[in-house]
């Protein structure tokens, strides 16, 4: 875009008279519409390039994730499991920061079902580094069982595991973790 295409942009059309068609009048609403969902991603165009910019933009990803884990593990220490979801913030500043934390599988290696559907992101997120996983029996969703059984069926993973629920899901599960788990260290059930 030059600059004097900012300077003088397109102008409306004249206004429809009283006597057009309600046809004529979506046809306008319709280009009205279109243009304005054009101008609207070409101001993101120019936000994504003036964050590109910015002298924090030339950290290195290795750089930026780890300050992104070290904000997670600061906001995470700060509040309960409602609030540790806070960080992810962090990636909604620009495209080059959310791909950076989308890309760093350590920042979503924290899975826990109190965060809804977030955690089965989480978990593909992680892609193959260790986990902590945490599965409520207050979050029941069929989707979390399958998640459970996912974490366990990749023993090698978990660091950590905390399965809070009733006798139900113990018996059903505790069968599947016979598998060795090397990098194990925290194992906590709680039943119901």
């Not at 006798?167 to 598998?179: C, D, G, H, K, T």
Request: hydrophobic share 35%; proline share 6%; charged share 20%.
């Amino acid at each position: 875009m030059s600059l004097q295409s900012i300077l003088n942009p397109t102008t409306l059309t004249e206004p429809l008279p009283l006597s057009a068609t309600a046809s004529q009048r979506r046809a306008q609403h319709k280009l009205i519409g279109s243009r304005i969902s054009a101008l609207e991603e070409e101001i993101r165009q120019w936000k994504s390039r003036q964050n590109e910019l910015a002298e924090i933009s030339r950290l290195p990803p290795e750089i930026l994730s780890r300050i992104f884990v070290c904000y997670k593990e600061l906001i995470s220490s700060q509040g309960g499991r409602s609030e540790s979801l806070y960080w992810t913030k962090v990636y909604h500043v620009s495209q080059h920061w959310r791909a950076v934390a989308l890309n760093y599988p350590q920042l979503w290696s924290t899975i826990d079902t109190s965060h809804g559907h977030w955690a089965n992101a989480m978990f593909e997120r992680s892609k193959q580094v260790p986990i902590s996983f945490i599965y409520s029996r207050h979050h029941p969703f069929k989707s979390f069982e399958d998640l459970a059984l996912n974490v366990f069926s990749q023993a090698q993973r978990p660091e950590s595991l905390e399965i809070l629920d009733g006798p139900r899901f113990l018996n059903e599960r505790v069968q599947q973790l016979i598998a060795p788990a090397p990098l194990l260290r925290r194992l906590k059930f709680e039943r119901g």
